[in-house]
Protein backbone atom coordinates (compact mmCIF):
# COMPACT_ATOMS: atom_id res chain seq x y z
CA UNK A 1 0.00 0.00 0.00
CA UNK A 2 1.68 3.44 -0.69
CA UNK A 3 1.67 5.83 1.95
CA UNK A 4 1.24 8.71 0.82
CA UNK A 5 -1.79 10.70 2.21
CA UNK A 6 -4.40 10.82 0.37
CA UNK A 7 -6.74 14.18 0.35
CA UNK A 8 -10.66 13.54 1.52
CA UNK A 9 -13.17 13.83 -0.74
CA UNK A 10 -16.12 16.64 0.64
CA UNK A 11 -19.27 15.08 1.36
CA UNK A 12 -23.02 15.50 -0.58
CA UNK A 13 -25.27 17.82 1.21
CA UNK A 14 -26.59 15.37 3.99
CA UNK A 15 -24.15 13.71 6.44
CA UNK A 16 -24.29 11.28 9.34
CA UNK A 17 -23.70 12.38 12.90
CA UNK A 18 -22.82 9.04 14.90
CA UNK A 19 -22.78 8.13 18.63
CA UNK A 20 -22.19 5.52 20.68
CA UNK A 21 -23.57 4.94 24.14
CA UNK A 22 -23.65 1.82 26.28
CA UNK A 23 -25.79 1.23 29.01
CA UNK A 24 -23.32 -0.13 31.64
CA UNK A 25 -19.28 1.78 31.86
CA UNK A 26 -17.78 1.48 29.33
CA UNK A 27 -14.08 -0.51 28.81
CA UNK A 28 -11.76 -0.85 26.25
CA UNK A 29 -10.63 -4.20 24.73
CA UNK A 30 -7.95 -5.45 26.43
CA UNK A 31 -5.45 -5.30 23.53
CA UNK A 32 -5.69 -2.02 23.51
CA UNK A 33 -5.54 -1.37 27.33
CA UNK A 34 -2.86 -2.67 29.76
CA UNK A 35 -2.68 -6.43 29.63
CA UNK A 36 -0.23 -9.46 29.85
CA UNK A 37 2.73 -9.11 28.24
CA UNK A 38 3.57 -10.98 25.02
CA UNK A 39 6.67 -12.54 24.45
CA UNK A 40 9.17 -10.64 24.01
CA UNK A 41 11.57 -10.49 20.78
CA UNK A 42 13.92 -13.05 20.74
CA UNK A 43 17.36 -11.78 22.13
CA UNK A 44 15.46 -9.47 24.50
CA UNK A 45 18.20 -6.42 23.66
CA UNK A 46 15.59 -6.17 20.33
CA UNK A 47 12.59 -5.69 22.04
CA UNK A 48 11.17 -2.14 22.29
CA UNK A 49 11.30 -0.86 25.74
CA UNK A 50 7.93 -0.12 27.36
CA UNK A 51 6.17 -2.40 25.49
CA UNK A 52 6.59 -5.66 27.16
CA UNK A 53 5.63 -4.07 31.01
CA UNK A 54 2.56 -2.76 29.30
CA UNK A 55 1.26 -4.84 26.75
CA UNK A 56 0.06 -4.23 22.94
CA UNK A 57 0.12 -0.44 21.72
CA UNK A 58 -2.13 0.97 19.23
CA UNK A 59 -1.13 3.61 16.82
CA UNK A 60 -2.16 5.51 13.68
CA UNK A 61 -0.10 6.62 10.36
CA UNK A 62 -1.54 10.07 10.46
CA UNK A 63 1.23 12.25 8.19
CA UNK A 64 5.21 12.72 7.89
CA UNK A 65 7.32 14.67 9.78
CA UNK A 66 5.81 17.62 11.83
CA UNK A 67 2.25 17.52 10.71
CA UNK A 68 1.89 13.80 11.71
CA UNK A 69 3.13 14.63 15.31
CA UNK A 70 0.78 17.39 15.68
CA UNK A 71 -2.00 14.75 14.92
CA UNK A 72 -1.49 12.36 17.15
CA UNK A 73 -2.33 14.84 20.47
CA UNK A 74 -5.45 16.04 18.09
CA UNK A 75 -6.76 12.09 17.28
CA UNK A 76 -5.78 11.54 21.21
CA UNK A 77 -8.66 14.90 21.86
CA UNK A 78 -10.77 12.76 19.32
CA UNK A 79 -10.52 9.74 21.27
CA UNK A 80 -11.62 11.81 24.71
CA UNK A 81 -7.54 11.66 25.92
CA UNK A 82 -6.93 8.09 25.50
CA UNK A 83 -3.32 8.79 23.87
CA UNK A 84 -2.18 6.72 21.17
CA UNK A 85 1.34 5.30 22.15
CA UNK A 86 2.61 4.16 18.66
CA UNK A 87 3.97 6.72 16.28
CA UNK A 88 4.01 5.60 12.82
CA UNK A 89 5.98 7.38 9.65
CA UNK A 90 7.88 6.36 6.86
CA UNK A 91 10.67 6.51 5.30
CA UNK A 92 10.90 7.89 1.26
CA UNK A 93 11.70 5.92 -1.61
CA UNK A 94 12.95 7.77 -3.74
CA UNK A 95 16.64 8.41 -3.74
CA UNK A 96 19.11 7.04 -1.17
CA UNK A 97 19.80 10.33 0.75
CA UNK A 98 16.28 10.13 1.80
CA UNK A 99 16.36 6.13 2.83
CA UNK A 100 19.40 7.47 4.71
CA UNK A 101 16.92 9.37 7.34
CA UNK A 102 17.70 12.94 5.64
CA UNK A 103 19.27 15.56 8.48
CA UNK A 104 16.22 17.17 9.88
CA UNK A 105 13.35 14.75 8.66
CA UNK A 106 12.64 12.44 12.07
CA UNK A 107 13.58 14.82 14.02
CA UNK A 108 10.29 15.56 15.07
CA UNK A 109 9.19 12.04 15.75
CA UNK A 110 12.45 11.72 18.06
CA UNK A 111 11.33 14.37 20.16
CA UNK A 112 7.58 13.21 20.19
CA UNK A 113 8.87 9.47 20.96
CA UNK A 114 11.76 10.78 23.89
CA UNK A 115 9.10 12.54 25.49
CA UNK A 116 7.11 9.50 27.27
CA UNK A 117 8.96 5.73 27.62
CA UNK A 118 6.40 4.04 26.81
CA UNK A 119 5.92 4.99 23.22
CA UNK A 120 6.68 3.14 20.35
CA UNK A 121 8.14 4.93 16.99
CA UNK A 122 7.39 2.56 13.97
CA UNK A 123 9.16 3.75 10.76
CA UNK A 124 8.97 1.51 7.31
CA UNK A 125 12.60 2.02 5.74
CA UNK A 126 12.40 0.83 1.90
CA UNK A 127 15.36 -1.19 0.76
CA UNK A 128 15.73 0.29 -2.57
CA UNK A 129 15.48 3.71 -4.02
CA UNK A 130 12.97 4.54 -7.16
CA UNK A 131 10.84 2.51 -4.92
CA UNK A 132 7.38 3.42 -6.69
CA UNK A 133 9.27 3.76 -9.60
CA UNK A 134 7.81 0.61 -11.71
CA UNK A 135 11.08 -0.72 -12.72
CA UNK A 136 11.13 -4.25 -14.07
CA UNK A 137 11.60 -7.59 -12.89
CA UNK A 138 14.68 -8.10 -14.59
CA UNK A 139 16.36 -4.96 -13.12
CA UNK A 140 14.95 -5.46 -9.71
CA UNK A 141 16.43 -8.99 -9.58
CA UNK A 142 19.98 -7.23 -10.44
CA UNK A 143 19.23 -4.99 -7.46
CA UNK A 144 18.42 -7.61 -5.45
CA UNK A 145 21.92 -9.35 -6.02
CA UNK A 146 24.00 -6.17 -5.88
CA UNK A 147 22.03 -6.00 -2.36
CA UNK A 148 22.51 -9.06 -1.34
CA UNK A 149 26.58 -8.91 -1.93
CA UNK A 150 27.00 -5.61 -0.02
CA UNK A 151 26.61 -2.65 -2.44
CA UNK A 152 23.79 -0.76 -0.39
CA UNK A 153 25.66 -1.06 2.80
CA UNK A 154 26.59 2.01 3.47
CA UNK A 155 23.05 3.65 3.50
CA UNK A 156 21.78 1.21 6.27
CA UNK A 157 24.83 2.01 8.23
CA UNK A 158 24.23 5.79 7.86
CA UNK A 159 20.54 5.49 8.80
CA UNK A 160 21.24 3.53 11.80
CA UNK A 161 23.25 6.01 13.17
CA UNK A 162 21.24 8.74 12.60
CA UNK A 163 18.69 6.92 14.90
CA UNK A 164 20.90 6.24 17.76
CA UNK A 165 22.40 10.00 17.55
CA UNK A 166 18.38 11.09 17.31
CA UNK A 167 18.30 9.15 20.59
CA UNK A 168 15.62 6.76 19.47
CA UNK A 169 17.64 3.79 18.98
CA UNK A 170 14.78 1.46 19.84
CA UNK A 171 12.71 2.36 16.85
CA UNK A 172 10.69 -0.71 15.19
CA UNK A 173 12.32 -1.17 11.94
CA UNK A 174 9.11 -1.85 9.26
CA UNK A 175 11.51 -3.06 6.47
CA UNK A 176 10.87 -4.07 2.39
CA UNK A 177 7.29 -3.63 3.86
CA UNK A 178 4.62 -5.85 1.16
CA UNK A 179 7.81 -7.82 -0.11
CA UNK A 180 4.69 -9.92 -1.55
CA UNK A 181 3.35 -7.57 -4.37
CA UNK A 182 4.16 -6.10 -7.43
CA UNK A 183 4.33 -2.27 -6.17
CA UNK A 184 7.89 -1.90 -5.34
CA UNK A 185 10.94 -2.05 -5.81
CA UNK A 186 12.14 -4.05 -2.54
CA UNK A 187 10.07 -6.65 -3.93
CA UNK A 188 10.76 -10.32 -3.38
CA UNK A 189 8.96 -12.15 -6.35
CA UNK A 190 11.90 -11.50 -8.79
CA UNK A 191 14.77 -13.65 -6.72
CA UNK A 192 13.45 -14.47 -3.17
CA UNK A 193 16.75 -15.85 -2.30
CA UNK A 194 18.59 -13.13 -2.96
CA UNK A 195 15.79 -10.82 -1.13
CA UNK A 196 16.21 -12.95 1.73
CA UNK A 197 19.97 -12.32 1.74
CA UNK A 198 19.76 -8.74 1.10
CA UNK A 199 17.37 -8.71 4.29
CA UNK A 200 19.97 -10.41 6.44
CA UNK A 201 22.56 -8.43 5.29
CA UNK A 202 20.26 -4.98 5.94
CA UNK A 203 19.70 -6.21 9.45
CA UNK A 204 23.43 -7.20 9.99
CA UNK A 205 24.73 -4.08 9.18
CA UNK A 206 22.18 -2.42 11.16
CA UNK A 207 22.54 -4.23 14.33
CA UNK A 208 26.10 -3.75 13.98
CA UNK A 209 26.09 0.17 14.86
CA UNK A 210 26.85 0.52 18.21
CA UNK A 211 24.08 1.77 20.70
CA UNK A 212 21.70 0.50 18.58
CA UNK A 213 18.38 -1.84 20.00
CA UNK A 214 16.53 -2.01 16.51
CA UNK A 215 13.11 -4.36 16.26
CA UNK A 216 12.89 -5.92 13.15
CA UNK A 217 9.32 -6.03 11.72
CA UNK A 218 8.57 -8.77 8.63
CA UNK A 219 4.84 -7.38 7.07
CA UNK A 220 3.61 -8.71 4.06
CA UNK A 221 0.55 -7.86 2.51
CA UNK A 222 -2.41 -10.18 3.43
CA UNK A 223 -3.21 -13.02 0.84
CA UNK A 224 -1.70 -14.41 -2.05
CA UNK A 225 -0.69 -11.26 -3.88
CA UNK A 226 2.28 -12.00 -6.53
CA UNK A 227 4.26 -14.14 -4.15
CA UNK A 228 3.39 -16.41 -1.09
CA UNK A 229 4.95 -14.33 1.48
CA UNK A 230 6.30 -17.09 3.70
CA UNK A 231 8.97 -17.76 0.61
CA UNK A 232 10.57 -14.70 1.30
CA UNK A 233 10.71 -14.84 5.24
CA UNK A 234 14.14 -14.56 6.19
CA UNK A 235 14.77 -16.29 9.04
CA UNK A 236 14.10 -16.34 12.58
CA UNK A 237 17.80 -14.91 13.63
CA UNK A 238 17.22 -11.34 11.68
CA UNK A 239 12.98 -11.52 12.43
CA UNK A 240 11.89 -10.28 15.28
CA UNK A 241 8.24 -9.35 14.78
CA UNK A 242 6.00 -11.18 12.13
CA UNK A 243 3.41 -8.58 10.83
CA UNK A 244 1.01 -7.76 8.20
CA UNK A 245 -0.85 -5.26 5.72
CA UNK A 246 -4.32 -5.98 6.13
CA UNK A 247 -7.46 -3.86 4.17
CA UNK A 248 -10.97 -4.33 3.66
CA UNK A 249 -10.66 -5.59 0.43
CA UNK A 250 -10.96 -6.81 -1.99
CA UNK A 251 -14.81 -5.71 -2.95
CA UNK A 252 -17.66 -8.31 -1.47
CA UNK A 253 -14.88 -10.54 0.56
CA UNK A 254 -15.72 -10.82 3.93
CA UNK A 255 -13.63 -10.77 6.98
CA UNK A 256 -14.16 -14.77 7.49
CA UNK A 257 -12.65 -15.15 3.98
CA UNK A 258 -10.04 -12.42 4.46
CA UNK A 259 -9.30 -14.79 8.16
CA UNK A 260 -9.37 -18.19 6.02
CA UNK A 261 -7.63 -17.55 2.39
CA UNK A 262 -4.36 -18.67 1.52
CA UNK A 263 -1.29 -16.59 3.25
CA UNK A 264 -4.63 -14.48 5.04
CA UNK A 265 -5.20 -13.56 9.05
CA UNK A 266 -5.34 -16.95 9.98
CA UNK A 267 -2.23 -18.40 8.38
CA UNK A 268 -0.35 -15.38 9.79
CA UNK A 269 -1.28 -15.65 13.09
CA UNK A 270 -0.21 -19.71 13.08
CA UNK A 271 3.24 -19.08 10.99
CA UNK A 272 4.20 -16.60 13.94
CA UNK A 273 3.53 -18.79 16.58
CA UNK A 274 5.41 -21.28 14.79
CA UNK A 275 8.18 -19.50 14.96
CA UNK A 276 7.86 -17.79 18.11
CA UNK A 277 6.94 -14.24 16.97
CA UNK A 278 4.77 -12.02 18.42
CA UNK A 279 2.85 -10.33 15.64
CA UNK A 280 1.66 -6.65 14.42
CA UNK A 281 -0.53 -4.95 11.81
CA UNK A 282 1.83 -1.72 10.63
CA UNK A 283 -1.25 -1.25 8.15
CA UNK A 284 -4.50 -1.71 8.37
CA UNK A 285 -7.87 -0.11 7.75
CA UNK A 286 -11.18 -0.06 5.20
CA UNK A 287 -11.05 0.27 1.64
CA UNK A 288 -13.04 -1.33 -1.34
CA UNK A 289 -16.44 -2.44 1.33
CA UNK A 290 -16.71 1.30 2.27
CA UNK A 291 -18.04 2.32 5.95
CA UNK A 292 -17.88 -1.24 6.77
CA UNK A 293 -18.70 -1.41 10.14
CA UNK A 294 -18.91 -5.55 10.15
CA UNK A 295 -15.02 -5.21 9.34
CA UNK A 296 -13.96 -2.59 11.60
CA UNK A 297 -15.96 -4.75 14.79
CA UNK A 298 -14.46 -8.14 13.30
CA UNK A 299 -10.85 -6.80 12.82
CA UNK A 300 -10.77 -4.79 16.12
CA UNK A 301 -11.98 -8.33 18.29
CA UNK A 302 -9.98 -10.05 15.69
CA UNK A 303 -6.44 -8.07 17.46
CA UNK A 304 -8.39 -7.97 20.87
CA UNK A 305 -8.20 -11.85 20.71
CA UNK A 306 -4.57 -12.56 19.05
CA UNK A 307 -2.72 -9.40 20.70
CA UNK A 308 -0.59 -7.73 18.62
CA UNK A 309 2.83 -6.32 20.05
CA UNK A 310 1.57 -2.80 18.05
CA UNK A 311 -1.53 -1.90 15.37
CA UNK A 312 -1.24 0.99 13.28
CA UNK A 313 -4.56 2.36 11.71
CA UNK A 314 -4.38 4.18 8.37
CA UNK A 315 -6.29 7.16 8.73
CA UNK A 316 -6.91 8.96 5.56
CA UNK A 317 -9.50 8.56 3.01
CA UNK A 318 -10.47 5.68 2.30
CA UNK A 319 -8.89 3.47 4.96
CA UNK A 320 -9.30 5.99 7.76
CA UNK A 321 -11.46 6.83 10.70
CA UNK A 322 -10.90 10.38 12.22
CA UNK A 323 -9.61 11.80 9.14
CA UNK A 324 -11.78 10.43 6.99
CA UNK A 325 -15.39 11.45 6.79
CA UNK A 326 -16.27 9.35 3.94
CA UNK A 327 -16.62 6.20 6.82
CA UNK A 328 -18.53 7.71 10.06
CA UNK A 329 -20.39 4.55 10.82
CA UNK A 330 -16.99 2.98 11.64
CA UNK A 331 -15.42 5.62 13.16
CA UNK A 332 -17.92 5.80 16.04
CA UNK A 333 -17.24 1.95 16.33
CA UNK A 334 -13.51 2.88 16.58
CA UNK A 335 -13.63 5.68 18.75
CA UNK A 336 -15.73 4.01 21.27
CA UNK A 337 -13.77 1.23 21.64
CA UNK A 338 -10.33 2.83 21.75
CA UNK A 339 -11.24 6.12 23.99
CA UNK A 340 -11.25 6.34 27.78
CA UNK A 341 -14.29 4.24 29.47
CA UNK A 342 -17.40 6.56 29.30
CA UNK A 343 -19.49 7.78 32.62
CA UNK A 344 -22.77 5.23 32.26
CA UNK A 345 -25.78 7.23 31.51
CA UNK A 346 -29.21 6.52 32.97
CA UNK A 347 -31.77 4.82 31.08
CA UNK A 348 -35.15 5.68 31.85
CA UNK A 349 -37.93 3.23 31.13
CA UNK A 350 -37.88 -0.94 30.01
CA UNK A 351 -35.29 -2.51 28.36
CA UNK A 352 -35.44 -1.86 24.20
CA UNK A 353 -36.94 -4.39 22.12
CA UNK A 354 -34.91 -6.25 19.10
CA UNK A 355 -32.63 -4.32 17.58
CA UNK A 356 -33.61 -2.37 14.41
CA UNK A 357 -31.57 -3.39 10.92
CA UNK A 358 -28.90 -1.07 10.13
CA UNK A 359 -28.37 1.14 7.32
CA UNK A 360 -25.87 -0.86 4.88
CA UNK A 361 -22.66 0.82 4.38
CA UNK A 362 -21.91 3.62 1.50
CA UNK A 363 -18.81 3.03 -0.70
CA UNK A 364 -16.58 5.49 -0.29
CA UNK A 365 -14.98 6.35 -3.31
CA UNK A 366 -11.53 5.37 -3.16
CA UNK A 367 -8.75 8.01 -3.42
CA UNK A 368 -10.91 10.92 -4.60
CA UNK A 369 -9.14 14.47 -4.62
CA UNK A 370 -10.45 17.06 -2.75
CA UNK A 371 -9.31 19.84 0.19
CA UNK A 372 -7.03 19.16 2.29
CA UNK A 373 -9.08 17.92 5.90
CA UNK A 374 -9.43 19.85 9.10
CA UNK A 375 -8.20 17.71 11.00
CA UNK A 376 -10.10 18.83 14.19
CA UNK A 377 -11.75 17.00 16.30
CA UNK A 378 -15.33 16.65 16.38
CA UNK A 379 -17.13 16.59 19.39
CA UNK A 380 -20.10 14.05 20.21
CA UNK A 381 -23.27 15.29 20.75
CA UNK A 382 -24.42 15.33 23.71
CA UNK A 383 -28.17 14.43 22.98
CA UNK A 384 -29.25 12.77 19.52
CA UNK A 385 -33.02 12.28 18.42
CA UNK A 386 -33.29 8.71 17.82
CA UNK A 387 -31.84 5.64 18.83
CA UNK A 388 -31.46 2.17 17.46
CA UNK A 389 -29.99 -0.76 19.76
CA UNK A 390 -27.34 -2.48 17.52
CA UNK A 391 -26.69 -5.75 18.39
CA UNK A 392 -22.94 -6.26 17.00
CA UNK A 393 -21.95 -9.47 18.83
CA UNK A 394 -21.43 -11.13 22.09
CA UNK A 395 -17.69 -9.96 22.34
CA UNK A 396 -18.90 -6.50 22.12
CA UNK A 397 -21.28 -6.82 24.33
CA UNK A 398 -18.36 -8.75 27.02
CA UNK A 399 -16.47 -5.93 26.56
CA UNK A 400 -19.09 -3.13 27.40
CA UNK A 401 -20.49 -4.82 29.94
CA UNK A 402 -24.15 -4.12 28.31
CA UNK A 403 -25.63 -3.41 24.69
CA UNK A 404 -24.89 -0.41 22.65
CA UNK A 405 -26.77 2.17 20.78
CA UNK A 406 -25.77 4.16 18.02
CA UNK A 407 -27.73 7.29 17.73
CA UNK A 408 -27.92 8.37 14.13
CA UNK A 409 -28.81 12.26 13.32
CA UNK A 410 -29.48 13.10 9.50
CA UNK A 411 -28.96 16.81 9.21
CA UNK A 412 -29.30 18.67 6.02
CA UNK A 413 -27.15 21.50 4.88
Not at 213 to 231: K, L, N, Q, V, Y
Not at 294 to 311: F, I, S, V
Not at 380 to 406: D, I, N, Y
Request: charged share 20%; net charge neutral.
Amino acid sequence: MAPAPRRTARRGPAFLTAAVVASATLAPPTAFAASSPPPPPPGGAHAPPGVVARGPAFGAFLHYGPTGVRRMKELSRWLDGREPRVGHTYLPGDVWHNIEGAPGFLDSWATWRRAKADRMLVLNVPMMERNEGNVPDTEVRELLRRGADGAFDAHFEVLAERLVGLGVPDTVIVLGWEMNGVTYTHRCGPDPDSWKRYWKRVVTVMRSVEGQRFTFDFAPSRGMDAIPWPECYPGDDVVDIIGMDSYDQPRGVGFDEQVSEPYGLRHHVDFARRHGKPISYPEWGLFHNGDNITYMLRMLAWMDEHKPLYNTITDYCPHGVWLCSDNPRAAALYRVLLSTPLTPRPEPGPEPGPSAPVPAPGNAAAGVAGPEPDPTPQAMPSRLPRCTPLELAKWLKHQVGGKLRVCLKWEER
